[in-house]
């Protein structure tokens, strides 16, 4: 197990530059065997998550040369073999390969994917997107059998706007005969950089980014160059730092747009903010922040992403804020640390409430899933004394070089393995 260790109640001072998205990588990376040919995709993150998608390549026999910030992926001898469940597990990402593999070989067999325990995480409108395409899907024992004899777009309403399934449906459609339009799709950038990628291969992918996505299906995909934008949870998650404890902050390589809502309840709560064009600076921690309340919501609402870093702040303003989740049942298992912290809150159904400021002591935590050790990293800062937080592992899943962008702007943060 790996854990950190962070001495707090230092500021923060000078410039930390975000990696690319995770969540645009993590479908990029499947996404990119949908062609025979070489794709080139730079602003890669070396995270953990990267390098288990990059263990299903290779077990796919599929070429990859990874260098610093790039991966080149050619897929010209790759086998369509069963993905087991020791590789589906490491994250949930790997349910990008159902849809590539189905688009590409008209068939997929893979376990049920891992990631963080936020919630039941179905994957059950990822499947009707695949049966609606002509897909047939059988269930044995947490393994999934996914095939067609021929894939044909078809009209798809998602239930609900699921990131994962507007995306796995991209993914099985761009080769179908005919047109698919996905109905009621996520909006997430992270879709649009998606589609952005499919189409610099050939694909003709139109609306991504609003809720109606068409797809009109190609035969053949060629090879490309992409670039990965930069990850506004990262962005966000260390601009929630910086108002914690920056002196001042700059956060560079950010889309500023991507975290309007962040953005707006910083300035809210009364947090001093310069935002530039790709750039935000926390001028500096505000001991006088105002409560808010907020409320969880799909792109472009409060990323739930940023809710358990934020419930941090939200301990240090004055008075009674809430937070309430809408998107995952399970998102507030950092709120008993965060209470063994010092934080006054108390949680009804999906709901919290928080009663601010309240000094932060340092004290053991667990990282219980990615963005609650990152609002533990947040809490650990503030915090006077020591904090040591386990299951750290969680952490690397998403923020590249997260102690050695700390450390440059003034943290004093360690992490070893026990
Ligand atoms: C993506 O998860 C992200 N993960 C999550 O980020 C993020 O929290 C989430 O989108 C919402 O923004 C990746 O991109 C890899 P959903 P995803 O399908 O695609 C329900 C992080 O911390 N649902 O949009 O799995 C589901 O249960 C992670 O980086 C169904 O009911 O999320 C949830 O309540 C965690 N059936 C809601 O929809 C389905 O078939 C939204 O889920 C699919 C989803």
Same mark, same amino acid.
């Given at each position: 197990m790996k854990i950190i260790e962070i001495e707090g109640g230092r500021q923060l001072k000078g410039t930390i530059r975000v990696s690319g998205a995770k969540n645009a990588t993590v479908a990029l990376i499947p996404a990119?065997?949908?062609?025979d040919e070489e794709a080139t995709i730079c602003?890669? @993150?070396?995270?953990t998550d990267t390098e288990a998608l990059c263990d299903i390549l290779k077990m796919l026999k599929v070429q990859i040369n990874r260098s610093t910030e790039s991966i080149i992926i050619n897929p010209k001898d790759m086998n369509n073999i069963e993905i087991t469940e020791k590789f589906s597990k490491?994250?949930?990402?790997? =349910? =990008?390969f159902m849809g590539a593999l189905l688009g590409k070989y008209k068939k997929a067999v893979m376990y049920f994917p891992g990631g963080?325990?936020?919630?039941?995480? @179905?994957?059950d409108l990822h499947l009707k997107g695949f049966e609606a395409l002509g897909a047939t899907v059988r269930n044995e024992k947490n393994k999934y059998i996914v095939e067609a004899k021929e894939l044909k777009g078809a009209n798809i309403y998602l239930d609900i706007a699921s990131v994962g399934a507007t995306i796995n449906i991209m993914l099985a459609a761009v080769k179908a005969k005919g047109t698919t339009i996905i109905d009621n799709a996520a909006k997430e950038p992270e879709i649009v950089n998606v589609a952005t990628f499919l189409n610099s291969m050939g694909a003709k992918i139109?609306?991504?980014?609003?809720s109606t996505i068409k797809i009109v299906g190609v035969d053949y995909l060629h090879q490309c160059f992409h670039e990965v934008i930069p990850d506004r949870i990262e962005a966000g998650s260390y601009i929630i730092m910086g108002a914690l404890c920056g002196n001042p902050l700059k956060i560079d390589n950010v889309i500023p747009e991507h975290i309007d809502p962040l953005l707006s309840k910083l300035e809210e709560m009364g947090v001093n903010l310069e935002i530039g064009s790709d750039y935000v600076i926390v001028l500096g921690s505000n001991k006088n922040l105002k409560a808010t309340n907020i409320k969880t919501a799909v792109? @472009?609402?409060?990323p739930t992403d940023l809710q358990q870093p934020f419930t941090v702040l939200l301990t240090q303003a004055n008075g009674k804020s809430k937070v309430t989740e809408?998107?995952?049942?399970?998102?507030?298992?950092?709120i008993p640390y965060l209470k063994d912290l010092g934080a006054d809150i108390e949680v009804k159904s999906q709901t919290a409430t928080i009663i601010g400021p309240n000094p932060l002591i340092g004290t053991q935590v667990v990282a219980t899933d990615l963005r609650a050790g990152a609002a533990m990293v947040a809490a650990g800062l503030l915090a006077e004394g020591k904090t040591t937080i386990t299951n750290a592992e969680h952490i690397l899943r998403g923020y590249e070089q997260i102690i050695e962008k700390l450390t440059a702007v003034g943290a004093k943060i360690n992490i070893k393995e026990i």
């Amino acid at each position: 197990m790996k854990i950190i260790e962070i001495e707090g109640g230092r500021q923060l001072k000078g410039t930390i530059r975000v990696s690319g998205a995770k969540n645009a990588t993590v479908a990029l990376i499947p996404a990119a065997i949908l062609t025979d040919e070489e794709a080139t995709i730079c602003n890669v @993150p070396e995270i953990t998550d990267t390098e288990a998608l990059c263990d299903i390549l290779k077990m796919l026999k599929v070429q990859i040369n990874r260098s610093t910030e790039s991966i080149i992926i050619n897929p010209k001898d790759m086998n369509n073999i069963e993905i087991t469940e020791k590789f589906s597990k490491k994250l949930r990402a790997s =349910y =990008y390969f159902m849809g590539a593999l189905l688009g590409k070989y008209k068939k997929a067999v893979m376990y049920f994917p891992g990631g963080c325990s936020i919630g039941a995480r @179905p994957i059950d409108l990822h499947l009707k997107g695949f049966e609606a395409l002509g897909a047939t899907v059988r269930n044995e024992k947490n393994k999934y059998i996914v095939e067609a004899k021929e894939l044909k777009g078809a009209n798809i309403y998602l239930d609900i706007a699921s990131v994962g399934a507007t995306i796995n449906i991209m993914l099985a459609a761009v080769k179908a005969k005919g047109t698919t339009i996905i109905d009621n799709a996520a909006k997430e950038p992270e879709i649009v950089n998606v589609a952005t990628f499919l189409n610099s291969m050939g694909a003709k992918i139109t609306g991504a980014g609003t809720s109606t996505i068409k797809i009109v299906g190609v035969d053949y995909l060629h090879q490309c160059f992409h670039e990965v934008i930069p990850d506004r949870i990262e962005a966000g998650s260390y601009i929630i730092m910086g108002a914690l404890c920056g002196n001042p902050l700059k956060i560079d390589n950010v889309i500023p747009e991507h975290i309007d809502p962040l953005l707006s309840k910083l300035e809210e709560m009364g947090v001093n903010l310069e935002i530039g064009s790709d750039y935000v600076i926390v001028l500096g921690s505000n001991k006088n922040l105002k409560a808010t309340n907020i409320k969880t919501a799909v792109y @472009p609402g409060f990323p739930t992403d940023l809710q358990q870093p934020f419930t941090v702040l939200l301990t240090q303003a004055n008075g009674k804020s809430k937070v309430t989740e809408t998107i995952w049942e399970n998102r507030f298992m950092h709120i008993p640390y965060l209470k063994d912290l010092g934080a006054d809150i108390e949680v009804k159904s999906q709901t919290a409430t928080i009663i601010g400021p309240n000094p932060l002591i340092g004290t053991q935590v667990v990282a219980t899933d990615l963005r609650a050790g990152a609002a533990m990293v947040a809490a650990g800062l503030l915090a006077e004394g020591k904090t040591t937080i386990t299951n750290a592992e969680h952490i690397l899943r998403g923020y590249e070089q997260i102690i050695e962008k700390l450390t440059a702007v003034g943290a004093k943060i360690n992490i070893k393995e026990i």
